[in-house]
């Protein structure tokens, strides 16, 4: 699995729920079986076409004290992580 970051690698194992981007990158769906993601603490990207399309956690479980947690390692129990859709960037030439 090229391009993941295996500190936190088990965002890759795991189902996600992607909304937005692409018609072929919508639902819930295994980032390992992609060939190019890279992941971090707030985004992933993942390969597709000649461009990078670049999704945010939005369902960060909630911390004591109010706060977000946006750790993409999370393991609740209400089902995928879900990501949306925020942007696409090209592949420099």
Do not use: Q
């Amino acid at each position: 699995m090229r391009g993941i970051d295996h500190s936190i690698s088990a965002i890759t194992v795991n189902p996600v729920h992607l909304e937005g981007g692409p018609s072929t990158l919508s639902g819930t769906v295994v980032l390992a079986e992609f060939p190019d993601v890279i992941c971090s603490a707030e985004k992933v990207k993942i390969r597709h076409g000649n461009g990078y399309e670049h999704y945010e956690f939005i369902d960060a479980p909630a911390a004591s004290g109010g706060s977000r947690v946006n750790s993409p390692a999370y393991d609740g129990d209400s089902g995928p992580r879900k990501l949306r859709w925020v942007g696409r960037t090209k592949i420099a030439e």
